[in-house]
């Protein structure tokens, strides 16, 4: 049984940093396709950066271009989410997602078969 389980989030000060960690069990993280979304109140899930296989491929969605990284540990099973210059419209919950299809770039949410709960990142200004 897949699981993935978001922890980082916190409440911090426009300006500051956070990172995310994303852990998995029941995957071998080397063969699945990860990425991050966030969803804020009254909005859609949207794509943060996402990764496929061993981060051979990545990409960022304009609003957190230059800010984000994200990387990941295969022995450790964990995705991570550097966030720097952190904004009040980066406030939102933080999720992990995985597939199957490593060989792919998957920006939808639609695209990802496992998700975490969440994790609440609150950008005060």
């Known amino acids: 049984q897949v699981q993935v389980v978001e922890s980082g989030g916190g409440l911090v000060q426009a300006g500051g940093s956070l990172r995310l960690s994303c852990t998995a069990s029941?995957?071998?993280?080397?063969?699945?396709?990860m990425g991050w979304f966030r969803q804020a109140p009254g909005k859609e899930r949207e794509r943060v950066p996402c990764i496929n296989r061993s981060g051979v491929s990545t990409t960022y969605a304009d609003s957190v271009k230059g800010r984000f990284t994200i990387t990941q540990d295969n022995a450790k099973n964990t995705l991570y989410l550097q966030m720097n210059s952190l904004k009040p419209e980066d406030t939102a919950m933080y999720y992990c997602?995985?597939?199957?299809?490593?060989?792919?770039?998957?920006?939808?949410?639609?695209?990802?078969?496992?998700w975490g709960q969440g994790t609440q990142v609150t950008v005060s200004s």
């Open positions: 029941g995957l071998t993280f080397d063969d699945y396709a």
């Open positions: 997602a995985a597939d199957r299809r490593w060989w792919l770039l998957l920006t939808n949410r639609n695209e990802y078969n496992y």
